[in-house]
C-alpha cells in the first residue's frame, strides 16, 4: 500500500521555526513535494527534491527560509521551516510522483500521490 504521512505541523510563534516530515511507504518516487493550502485559497507549491540528485525546488515565497531535504534511506522528506510568518499558515501536503521523462515539480498535477494535510498555524 502507498502510503505518505505528514507530521511535524503545530502552533508556533511568528519568526519560529518548526520542521514538517513526510514518511514514504510502499513506492519509491522521482520526485517528491511539498504543497500548503491555506484558508480561502487555492493549493500551492512550496518545495520539491529529486531522489536521485538531490536538486531541489523553491517557491519564491519560502526560498531562503525553507529547506527541503531527504533521509539516507531515501523514505522521508523533511521540510525545515525557519523565520515563519503569519501567512505562511495553511494545511502542508506531501506528493509524491514517480518515473517521469519529464519534471514540472511545481505543479500539484505533476504528483500521483498525496498525503493527508499537516497543520501549520503561525500566530502573530
Known amino acids: 500500500q502507498v502510503q505518505l504521512v505528514e507530521s511535524g505541523g503545530g502552533l508556533v510563534q511568528a519568526g519560529g521555526s518548526l520542521r514538517l516530515s513526510c514518511a514514504a511507504s510502499g513506492r519509491t518516487f522521482l520526485t517528491m513535494g511539498w504543497f500548503r493550502q491555506a484558508p480561502g485559497k487555492e493549493r500551492e507549491f512550496v518545495a520539491a527534491?529529486?531522489?536521485?540528485?538531490?536538486?531541489?525546488y523553491y517557491a519564491d515565497s519560502v526560498k531562503g527560509r525553507f529547506t527541503i531535504s531527504r533521509d539516507n534511506a531515501g523514505n522521508t522528506v523533511y521540510l525545515q521551516m525557519n523565520s515563519l510568518k503569519p501567512e505562511d499558515t495553511a494545511v502542508y501536503y506531501c506528493a509524491g510522483k514517480e518515473s517521469s521523462s519529464s519534471y514540472y515539480p511545481r505543479s500539484q498535477g505533476y504528483y500521483g500521490y498525496w498525503g493527508q494535510g499537516t497543520q501549520v498555524t503561525v500566530s502573530s
Open positions: 527534491i529529486v531522489w536521485s540528485s538531490a536538486f531541489t
